[in-house]
């Protein structure tokens, strides 16, 4: 290297300075002892079990209860996997808890794994509790494989819906000013398809909702002062403000729609 080309090249302070410092996580809920959390999980299995006879291959539990992170308000989410194809959903009462339970046909799942933007990084921490010829294990490791690949990528025809459907919703809660609980609803459906936007444009897995603030605030500090400021604005004109401030930070370089007339 000779000494021109050196002088160029940044110091490794001056690329220390570039980066952006992630914040302190929030404070979670005390994760509380749950000793009969196990046993109702047993419940609901047996209950799937029983739902769906031999045709049942494999059953995962996911959510926080795979992640150990349960507390007083988790419910028991349950993926079920079965022979030939399944489409279908259902929530129980276990004692004091709600159990999620959804059915799929395994190979329908294993081929939706290509695809889908949520399956990967919430199959691949996921824990079996029964299982036919590792089936379940063997859909688990294909997940892995698939997080390591990274999302798949958005096109430009994505990219401008997400941006119109975000544009969408604020118009709406615009319109609907003079019916403030109509259009704080509207703006939280603003916020859903705004954070799926995020993770989508930026080419990331979706995290958990507990995670969500703190880790696209360790992606872009602005947006996420923005994203803290929005979800505890006490006024409507204030959160459609930050409404608008978040979609121009997001969508400054997608193009708009074509226009047709």
Not at 79 to 84: F, N, R
Not at 93 to 117: C, F, K, T
Request: with cysteine.
């Amino acid at each position: 290297m000779d000494t021109d080309q050196a002088k160029t090249l940044p110091s490794r302070e001056e690329l220390q300075a570039e980066l952006v410092p992630v914040p302190e996580p929030p404070d979670q809920p005390e994760q509380v002892n749950e000793p009969d959390f196990e046993e109702l999980v047993q419940l609901a299995l047996r209950h799937a079990k029983g739902r769906r006879g031999g045709d049942l291959v494999s059953v995962l539990l996911v959510g926080s209860g795979a992640r150990r992170s349960v507390t007083a308000h988790s419910d028991i989410d349950l993926i079920a996997l079965v022979k030939g194809q399944a489409d279908a959903h259902e929530i129980v009462r276990v004692a004091a808890r709600l159990a999620d339970i959804r059915y799929y046909g395994h190979r329908e799942l294993e081929d939706e794994l290509s695809y889908s933007p949520r399956l990967p990084p919430l199959l691949r921490k996921s824990r079996i509790l029964f299982d036919h010829d590792a089936i379940g294990a063997k859909l688990i490791e294909r997940a892995n494989q698939r997080f390591r690949q990274g999302p798949p990528p958005t096109s430009v025809n994505e990219q401008i819906r997400l941006k119109a459907q975000c544009l969408h919703w604020l118009g709406k809660a615009q319109d609907l000013a003079d019916k403030p609980a109509a259009a704080n609803y509207v703006m939280m459906l603003f916020f859903d398809d705004y954070t799926n936007a995020f993770f989508r444009l930026k080419g990331l897995w979706l995290t958990a909702p507990a995670d969500l603030v703190r880790f696209m605030a360790s992606r872009d500090q602005a947006m996420g002062e923005l994203v803290g400021r929005f979800l505890t604005a006490g006024a409507l004109p204030e959160r459609l403000n930050i409404g608008r401030d978040l979609a121009d930070l997001l969508f400054r370089e997608i193009p708009n729609p074509a226009r047709i007339d």
